[in-house]
């Protein structure tokens, strides 16, 4: 049963993390193409291609680190009161605090916060700075 448990729990995780995952990408990639008017203003008016591309991947970053953080106690709290009670009804159940997962996923994730906005800003370019700022919603 203790194996069932776990294999279950396993293909949620692994379901939901890749879930998340494409919802981040499909989130920066709307916002890069939904702004490219407002960034060829920005870069028409001096802003440099380096700078812009620091500025997506800084954002791209954010969301990524302030709710990994944040998660980080929330995940603490709740999976201690979860297993806690989970205890008293199935007697193997047993909270430890598995930290290394958190410490392994967090750095693929901001990985991927990195290269998704600049797969993006290079999709980007690739209109001329007239063309965008032309562009009509």
């Known amino acids: 049963m ?3 448990i776990s294999t279950i729990g396993l293909s949620l995780s692994v379901v939901i993390a890749l879930i998340g995952v494409l919802n981040f990408v499909n989130a920066v990639f709307t916002s890069i193409v939904s702004r490219k008017r407002e960034f060829a203003m920005l870069q028409s008016i001096g802003m440099t291609t380096g ?3 620091r500025v997506i991947i800084c954002e791209g970053i954010s969301y990524i ?7 980080l106690f929330v995940e603490t709290i709740l999976s201690y009161a979860v297993l806690h009670s989970l ?3 199935l007697m ?3 909270y430890r605090f598995q930290a290394a ?3 392994i996923m967090l750095p ?10 600049v797969v993006s ?3 980007l370019r690739k209109e001329s700075m007239a063309e965008r700022l032309r562009h009509t919603e």
């Open 92 to 94: 193997f159940f047993e």
């Open 108 to 117: 693929v994730l901001l990985v991927i916060a990195i290269i998704t906005p």
């Open 51 to 53: 700078q812009l591309k």
């Open 101 to 103: 997962s958190y410490f």
């Open 65 to 71: 680190a302030a709710p990994g953080v944040f998660s």
């Open 2 to 4: 203790i194996r069932v």
């Open 121 to 123: 800003f290079r999709q």
């Open 87 to 89: 205890n008293n009804v």
